[in-house]
């Protein structure tokens, strides 16, 4: 026989218990009711973690930008050192060309859209192409190369050629943000793919870029008639 004991509002009174008795049952439910409402809590604590940043992204974090430098020799034997900026994330990959001068130009490969930026040094203007097949196909290496982060290239193994932009008169242009970027206060020309200036027209500059596939591009712009 069990004996407990319950309390009125007036005085304790003394109860038979039994184990299925009401009093039983009592002491048994806060006992349930715990772990009925733990996963609850345990939900609310999940949320509120979340919500706050404590348990972090929900997707696993972005590889940061790769910085790889390209180093060749030039026609007359100098190395030119190149830093390229791989940005897999927004399909970036963005050049850093140093002249002897130690002046900067910079070629913006944004891939996502299919453009090339050209910000020469020596020039008030950014000059904008469409990607080409050559160059989706010259950049890969960047965007698939993991690891390395020093390319020398060998000047018996270099191949090198020379292409010619003609730039396009004054046209509206639709930027990327990241070209918007790039020629902050700069105006943005168009240009296209051409055979070469011809005799009457004058190149204006050229700039060298060199792949980890062994290739190096003179690119040469000059002005198309109004």
């Given at each position: 026989?069990?004996?407990?004991?319950?309390?009125?509002?007036?005085?304790?009174?003394?109860?038979?218990?039994?184990?299925?008795?009401?009093?039983?049952?009592?002491?048994?439910?806060?006992?349930?009711?715990?772990?009925?409402?733990?996963?609850?809590?345990?939900?609310?604590?999940?949320?509120?973690?979340?919500?706050?940043?404590?348990?972090?992204?929900?997707?696993?974090?972005?590889?940061?930008?790769?910085?790889?430098?390209?180093?060749?020799?030039?026609?007359?034997?100098?190395?030119?050192?190149?830093?390229?900026?791989?940005?897999?994330?927004?399909?970036?990959?963005?050049?850093?060309?140093?002249?002897?001068?130690?002046?900067?130009?910079?070629?913006?490969?944004?891939?996502?859209?299919?453009?090339?930026?050209?910000?020469?040094?020596?020039?008030?203007?950014?000059?904008?192409?469409?990607?080409?097949?050559?160059?989706?196909?010259?950049?890969?290496?960047?965007?698939?190369?993991?690891?390395?982060?020093?390319?020398h290239l060998c000047g018996n193994e270099t191949q090198?050629?020379?292409e010619f932009r003609g730039v396009l008169a004054a046209?509206?242009?639709?930027?990327?943000?990241?070209?918007?970027?790039?020629?902050?206060?700069?105006?943005?020309?168009?240009?296209?793919?051409?055979?070469?200036?011809?005799?009457?027209?004058?190149?204006?500059?050229?700039?060298?870029?060199?792949?980890?596939?062994?290739?190096?591009?003179?690119?040469?712009?000059?002005?198309?008639?109004?």
């Open positions: 026989m069990l004996r407990c004991w319950k309390c009125s509002d007036d005085h304790l009174e003394e109860a038979r218990c039994s184990g299925d008795s009401d009093a039983s049952s009592q002491f048994h439910f806060p006992h349930k009711a715990f772990w009925v409402s733990l996963p609850a809590s345990l939900l609310l604590v999940i949320i509120a973690l979340g919500l706050t940043g404590h348990l972090g992204p929900l997707e696993p974090p972005s590889q940061s930008s790769q910085i790889v430098r390209i180093t060749a020799p030039d026609l007359d034997g100098l190395l030119i050192n190149q830093s390229v900026v791989v940005d897999r994330q927004n399909d970036l990959v963005t050049y850093s060309l140093m002249s002897p001068e130690n002046k900067t130009s910079t070629v913006l490969f944004d891939i996502k859209h299919g453009l090339i930026c050209y910000k020469p040094v020596d020039q008030d203007s950014c000059f904008l192409e469409q990607m080409g097949q050559s160059d989706y196909d010259n950049v890969h290496a960047l965007l698939q190369e993991q690891q390395q982060s020093h390319f090198r050629q020379t046209t509206q242009v639709e930027l990327s943000t990241h070209v918007q970027d790039l020629c902050r206060d700069r105006p943005v020309h168009w240009t296209k793919r051409a055979e070469g200036p011809g005799k009457q027209r004058l190149v204006y500059f050229c700039i060298d870029i060199c792949f980890p596939s062994n290739v190096c591009v003179s690119v040469c712009f000059y002005y198309l008639p109004e």
